[in-house]
């Protein structure tokens, strides 16, 4: 074996080397470093958390499509994910973005944002998860009210499935509470005390009160 082809043998092999370790370390990295891994195909997502990451930093980057496909394809590839609820409501809100962007196309966004959105009503409607169903109503009546901020034609339809979303949410939370107290000391296997409980109910009866306000002011009644 000549110099130069031993010399080509082992350019080879640094190359390779250095390309594994710079994707490992861009793939671990919580920067932009994990965005550009994952445009060059070094670092695929491998968690739920890790594709949320990378879809936070397309929209930063205003990369609305590799966003949302990065959250389809997710989705697609691990149809039974058991947090694929938050993925959803990520492509939900990156809708919305770009609806607040391209006001010539921002009914047809919306349209995608609500779609989405109701991909999340199982994990929503699945009282056994508790706070974390309640989160995700939470969120998706988010996705409601940002609609009907939006759009003139969506508003009444909107601003009332956030406002049936929030009074759900206090049901809920009734119910959260109630369990509580019935607890020696008060508190859930979360730590969430009595306190807590009631000032997160005093939360969702200010944002249903502003909900109603709001579909006063848009004539909706």
Known sequence: ???????????????????????????KSNSDF??????????????????????????????????????????????????????????????????????QNGDAYLSQAILYRDKAIPTASDRALGWYSIGTLRDMALVSEAAGDLSEKQRCVQYRNALKLYKLIGERLNDKRDEISRRTPPKDEFGVSLNEADQRIHQALDTTERLEKKIQSGSCE
């Open 34 to 103: 994990g965005y550009i891994s994952r445009r060059l195909g070094l670092a695929p997502d491998e968690t739920t958390s890790e594709v949320l990451r990378t879809m936070h930093v397309y929209v930063c980057h205003k990369r609305y499509d590799l966003a949302i496909d990065a959250g389809v394809n997710w989705t697609t590839e691990h149809p039974i994910d058991g947090s694929n609820d938050q993925v959803f409501l990520a492509i939900s809100f990156t809708y919305l973005e770009r609806a607040r962007r391209d006001k």
């Open 1 to 27: 074996m000549n110099k130069r082809h031993t010399a080509f043998i082992l350019i080879i092999v640094f190359v390779t080397v250095v390309t594994a370790w710079f994707g490992y370390v861009l793939r």
